[in-house]
């Protein structure tokens, strides 16, 4: 997220919690590494987090519908208490769908926590192992179907990030999608990494400034973070809330992008991964 049109202009209609602390993945297009601010903190195990009554009263002023628990550099299946923070956040804006942004590598071990979420995005460069672990630092690609069985009348859009390494593996990614029975994806354009463009040609219609696509009966969007035209409500891990999409902006009062120095070249600190 960090996109360059956003003037305050376009509609609010989500907001996101974006957790941080370690990681299960280790993603060299992480945003979290450009915003390092909010590096060192660690709200995984803290509640109630620190902002959520700001949070909460913005949402309600721009009549937000939806609120997505997310996260800068870690994943929000690593949030030790979810079922309370939906509480707080049902109890307070009334028929609100909560949605959940992961890498879903914890999803079927923790199945009442999936279960409780109204929708999901799962973050899916390739379900190539060889490809996964080039983009994603480690791991495995999760079973999609295992997933889709724990709650299946659960909408899931896979976000499959746009990378150099998986650009030619893109169409297999999106025929195995379909095959799942996946209906929505995006294709999203990462912040702060070479920018590679749509892959797609022949678009059937546009979403908030962004070309959509049929891809055997998937919804496929192209997602330029940088262009998308769309507002939200944010709440970080230091308690600012912001009001606007690009979140490298609004994670700090100074909107500071710090030196990435610290960085390795294929993502997060190593200190900060698990597993």
């Avoid at 979290?32 to 700001?54: R, V």
């Avoid at 230091?238 to 606007?244: D, K, R, Y």
Wanted: glycine share 8%.
């Amino acid at each position: 997220m960090g996109c360059l049109n956003s003037t305050g202009q376009f509609s609010h209609w989500f907001g996101n919690i974006h957790l941080s602390g370690p990681c299960n993945r280790s993603c060299y297009f992480c945003i979290g590494q450009h915003m390092m601010a909010l590096d060192s903190l660690n709200n995984l195990e803290k509640f109630p987090l620190d902002g959520i009554c700001e949070f909460i009263n913005k949402c309600q002023e721009h009549s937000v519908t939806e609120i997505n628990i997310t996260g800068t550099n870690t994943d929000p299946l690593l949030y030790k208490y979810p079922l309370a923070l939906q509480d707080i956040l049902r109890d307070e804006i009334p028929n609100v769908k909560i949605g959940i942004r992961t890498n879903g590598a914890l999803a079927t071990k923790l199945p009442w926590v999936w279960q409780s979420y109204d929708k999901a995005s799962i973050s899916i460069p390739s379900f190539n192992p060889e490809l996964y672990r080039k983009t994603m630092g480690n791991g495995e690609p999760p079973d999609l179907k295992a997933i889709i069985k724990l709650k299946p009348e659960m909408p899931i859009k896979i976000n499959i990030v746009l990378c150099p390494e998986t650009l030619n593996d893109i169409p297999n990614t999106l025929n195995i999608l379909a095959d799942t029975g996946i209906k929505k994806v995006n294709l999203r354009e990462p912040y702060g990494q070479p920018h590679i463009g749509s892959p797609l040609s022949n678009p059937i219609s546009e979403r908030l400034g962004m070309p959509v696509y049929n891809w055997k009966g998937m919804d496929v969007t192209y997602w330029d973070v940088h262009y998308v035209e769309v507002e939200s409500v944010n709440l970080y891990a230091n308690g600012t809330v912001s009001e606007t999409y690009p979140i490298t902006k609004g994670h700090a009062p100074t909107g500071e992008v710090k030196s990435q120095e610290n960085f390795l070249k294929s993502g997060r600190q190593q200190k900060q991964w698990l597993g």
